[in-house]
């Protein structure tokens, strides 16, 4: 999965006062690792901005000495990690997205494809962690083994929960197959001009 979303639309629904309290940000179309992005927390009763690229609480040193990959994590180990191990179990999180892009092909001719859901419910809801390094709140989304909608653009997809496994995910369960049955669509979309074309910026999600 590459590391690029879209915001979700959630004008109407009563998570928009969520957001509105914490003074919202002009919806985007090609959301990044290390900009802010909202998450919910505590059955989704707490909404937050956090830096889309964890930094563990213990990390010492600046931000830019924070070196490794940490926007996405992968649900069948993040619990043994180091870096992963205390969030693990006191800050897990929700991250709404309207959809997420993967690409396919060779580098410097890559097609981006769009992933966005396929039943009633326009919102995806990405499992995550939470970690508040100093005062910074920073979060990674989870990934999993791609299910069949999604396998043929790539074989990982971030682990999107039903609203059962959300209470679950928040709760702190310790399930590892967490969204396998995601209902998922995706069509090729045009290719991002100058500096947002595609992948050559990040590597994609693990």
């Known amino acids: 999965m590459c590391g690029r979303f879209v915001d979700p639309n959630l004008r109407g629904t009563d998570l928009e006062h969520s957001e509105i309290k914490i003074d919202p940000i002009p919806r985007r179309f090609n ?3 290390t900009q802010d992005v909202l998450l919910f927390a505590k059955r ?3 909404a937050h901005y956090a830096r889309w690229w964890l930094v563990p609480s213990w990390h010492k040193g600046e931000l830019k000495d924070w ?4 926007f996405s994590a992968r649900i069948e180990d993040a619990a043994s990690k180091p870096t992963y ?3 693990w179990r006191h800050g897990r999180c929700l991250i709404p997205a309207a959809g ?3 690409w396919t092909g060779e580098k410097g001719a890559k097609q981006p494809h769009f992933i966005r859901s396929a039943g009633n419910e326009e919102t995806l809801w990405f499992a995550g962690l939470a970690s508040r390094w ?5 979060c990674t989304i989870m990934t999993r083994a791609a299910n069949a909608d999604v396998s043929d653009v790539h074989h990982r997809m971030p682990v999107i929960l039903n609203s059962d496994e959300r209470d679950a995910w928040l709760d702190g369960s310790d399930e590892t197959d967490l969204g396998a049955g995601a209902m998922l669509r995706h069509h090729p ?3 991002f001009g100058g500096k947002d074309d595609g992948p050559e910026l990040i590597e994609p999600f693990d």
């Open 31 to 33: 959301v990044k690792p």
């Open 100 to 102: 997420y892009y993967e």
């Open 134 to 138: 100093g005062e910074l709140l920073t």
């Open 85 to 87: 191990r205390a969030v």
């Open 67 to 70: 070196k490794a990959t940490t």
């Open 44 to 46: 989704q009763r707490e």
């Open 189 to 191: 979309v045009a290719r």
